[in-house]
């Protein structure tokens, strides 16, 4: 089915583990960030009238979450 909706199947390449030498899996950036903006309830609940104010709580929280780190 893949070869007639010209769809190429995902596989991963043998030499990318998901596993750290730690023991830890890798988490990629992007969905770290969306984990420590998901902490700010305001951000996830959208509670603001404008977008303008909902970019304002962004804007806010990007500094605290770096000031933590």
């Known amino acids: 089915m893949a070869k007639t909706e010209r769809c190429l199947p995902l596989r991963l ?37 404008t977008s303008e104010s909902r970019y304002a709580f962004l804007c806010l929280a990007c500094p605290l979450i770096a000031y933590r780190i």
């Open 13 to 49: 390449s043998g030499g990318s583990a998901p596993w750290h030498e730690g023991g830890q899996a890798r988490r990629w950036v992007v969905e770290r960030t969306h984990a420590w903006l998901d902490r700010f309830r305001r951000l996830v609940v959208n509670w603001e009238k």
